[in-house]
């Protein structure tokens, strides 16, 4: 049986932050103390290659024939470090003089002048080889490598010593510094933590870090956007269940009216109203169906997410939307004209589904609001400028509206009164929202030709 290995909890930004940080120090530290250590060597090999040369150059201004050629001559050594400097003397094979602690092997083979690393006697040992005054003579001046790595090894102490001291300082101070950096983080988490749930207030921005401001900024943008969705969810609930009251309590008395009816007449002209009053709630609820998906579309749209690319050939859509309204408008003898547009193929940039939405709310409203008998007239037609701009004017035979009445259309469940006609004022609301949802521009008038409401919508 397998078992899912849990995953790990991420580290938080300070510790990795730390962990980072302290590793980089570490690393770059080691580095320096490398390339100091390989400094260090070669300026000490220099120098101490220049006092070998020294004393084999001292060395060869001495008269060799005040040497015993018939034993060995030895310096004795004067002082406890004079034993890891040694000098040798050959003539051809034979050893003439050396120091005291000398080995009496040759130090190094090498026979031109120049410096030699050997090993003698188990000691690793540096040499600096030269010819004496006759050919026949070698001077070797020898020092033990060990000597030179404790000379290294002390310089290179000194140096390091101080600042591997400093080592648990700096991390002391990386510390303190990273965590008072990423403090306002933990301010801001603890901030968001202990907000009520129902609170959309916007976050505090003074103090804030620049780096941590964007953070701020965009959290109070998505504050700002819930508290306006759950503003207007909020009233578009308490208009809709307040709408919604009417017709239903208008079906509950008709429902009650033909339970009561004594003959049939009554009973058929309350059942017919029962179903009226089904048909305008049906119609209610679709328009509140498609105002809450418009409002998902627009909060969609404004957090980025919307989709701006659609384009629908509009004269194709008027003709369906059109043929589809014109049963409806037979039965008051009502007619749709259709004027087909310079432009063939102009198109509209919505959706084909908004675009059927928008012409028949502008339709059925130009139809419910005209008399028996009356037209409506629908233009879709290219502005004399040109520039790829379209116009979509509807206009009717109504009683048309005051331009007070005119600047509050779109508002949800407004109705102008003594018209006479039932509706709930969400068909406007439905051709704004889809207007300013992309972008299209939406003006009203009064038709010079119909005398009723024009309505030009243009983008």
Not at 134 to 160: K, W
Not at 198 to 215: F, I
Not at 322 to 349: C, K, M, S, W
Request: with cysteine; glycine share 8%.
């Amino acid at each position: 049986m397998n078992h899912a290995t849990p995953p790990r909890a991420p580290r938080s930004l300070q510790t990795r932050l730390l962990t980072t940080v302290l590793a980089l120090v570490l690393v770059v530290w080691s580095l320096a103390a490398a390339l100091a250590w390989r400094e260090t060597r070669h300026e000490v090999n220099e120098l101490l290659d220049a006092h070998l040369a020294q004393t084999a150059a001292l060395l060869r201004l001495q008269p060799l024939d005040e040497l015993d050629e018939k034993q060995l001559n030895e310096a004795p050594d004067l002082d406890r470090h004079q034993p890891h400097v040694v000098f040798q003397l050959w003539h051809e094979d034979q050893l003439l003089a050396r120091s005291a602690s000398a080995p009496q092997q040759p130090l190094a083979q090498r026979r031109k002048r120049g410096f030699a690393d050997s090993e003698v006697e188990g000691k690793a040992w540096r040499v600096f080889v030269t010819p004496g005054r006759e050919r026949d003579v070698r001077i070797l001046v020898g020092e033990r490598q060990s000597v030179r790595d404790e000379i290294v090894l002390a310089s290179l102490t000194s140096i390091l010593k101080p600042l591997a001291w400093a080592l648990p300082l700096l991390a002391l101070g990386i510390w303190w510094v990273v965590r008072g950096s990423v403090r306002p983080l933990g301010r801001l988490g603890l901030a968001v933590a202990a907000r009520r749930p129902q609170s959309l207030a916007p976050l505090p921005t003074q103090g804030v870090p620049p780096e941590v401001l964007p953070l701020v900024t965009a959290l109070n943008d998505l504050f700002e956007r819930t508290a306006r969705l759950l503003a207007t969810e909020q009233q578009f609930t308490a208009d809709a269940a307040h709408e919604l009251r009417t017709p239903i309590a208008g079906i509950r008395m008709q429902a009650q009216v033909a339970q009561g009816a004594t003959d049939a007449q009554e009973r058929t002209q309350a059942l017919e109203a029962t179903v009226q009053g089904c048909d305008r709630a049906t119609r209610l609820v679709e328009q509140l169906l498609q105002l809450a998906r418009l409002d998902a579309e627009s909060t969609s749209t404004s957090t980025g997410d919307g989709d701006t690319g659609h384009s629908t050939p509009l004269a194709d859509a008027a003709r369906q939307v059109a043929a589809d309204l014109q049963t409806t408008a037979n039965r008051r003898q009502q007619r749709i004209v259709l004027h087909e547009p310079l432009a063939p193929g102009l198109p509209v940039p919505l959706p084909e589904a908004l675009t059927r939405v928008l012409l028949r709310n502008l339709l059925d409203n130009a139809l419910r609001y005209s008399p028996s008998g009356a037209e409506v007239h629908l233009h879709i037609t290219s502005p004399g400028n040109g520039g790829g701009h379209g116009c979509l004017v509807v206009e009717d035979c109504g009683p048309g509206l005051t331009p007070q009445e005119q600047a509050r259309l779109g508002e949800r469940f407004f109705r102008v009164l003594g018209t006479g006609q039932s509706g709930s004022g969400l068909g406007w609301s439905i051709v704004q929202r889809i207007a300013r949802l992309h972008h299209l521009s939406v003006n009203t008038g009064t038709s010079p030709t119909l005398g009723g409401l024009r309505v030009e919508v243009g983008w």
